[in-house]
């Protein structure tokens, strides 16, 4: 996690399991009453697939995500928890960091948003080709 605060209208870039059809997405997690989705986006980096679900690391790669805003902050300690994201980042399994988004052409959009970004190596998971997660690729990961 970052020291900056969420609050209301952040958005928040969704590439796996969150992503609104996703097989595996959480049941419990009130996605869409605690927020909104939007249209798809672009951000910059690497998306390995880490068995049954993504994650995203540093690296060029334009991928694939979709937008969703945040309009209900108590859902913060279940997508976190969701993502296993604890307050010590040397036990997270993932991190919640602010990133630009880019357009389809890869430049910047001048919008940021929220994602949650892959806190252990990747080395030696497979690459998703196309930085985009399958919606019927997802399992869960509980």
Not at 19 to 30: R, V
Not at 71 to 96: G, H, K, N
Not at 118 to 135: E, F, I, Q, S, T
Request: glycine residues 12%.
């Amino acid at each position: 996690m970052t020291g900056k605060s969420i609050k209301v209208g952040d958005l928040f870039i969704f590439y796996g399991l969150l992503k609104q059809g996703a097989a595996g997405q959480p049941a419990d997690l009130p996605l869409d009453s605690a927020g909104t989705f939007g249209a798809p986006c672009r951000f910059r980096a690497r998306m390995v697939d880490l068995g049954g679900f993504p994650g995203v690391v540093e690296g060029n790669q334009l991928c694939h995500g979709v937008r969703w805003k945040l309009t209900d902050t108590t859902i913060m300690p279940a997508m976190d928890a969701f993502e296993d994201v604890t307050e010590d980042p040397a036990t997270s399994l993932y991190l919640r960091k602010q990133i630009p988004l880019m357009d389809d052409t890869g430049a910047e959009s001048g919008e940021t948003a929220w994602i949650y970004w892959y806190n252990r190596p990747a080395d030696g998971y497979p690459p998703v080709a196309d930085g985009n997660w399958p919606l019927e690729a997802g399992k869960t990961r509980k």
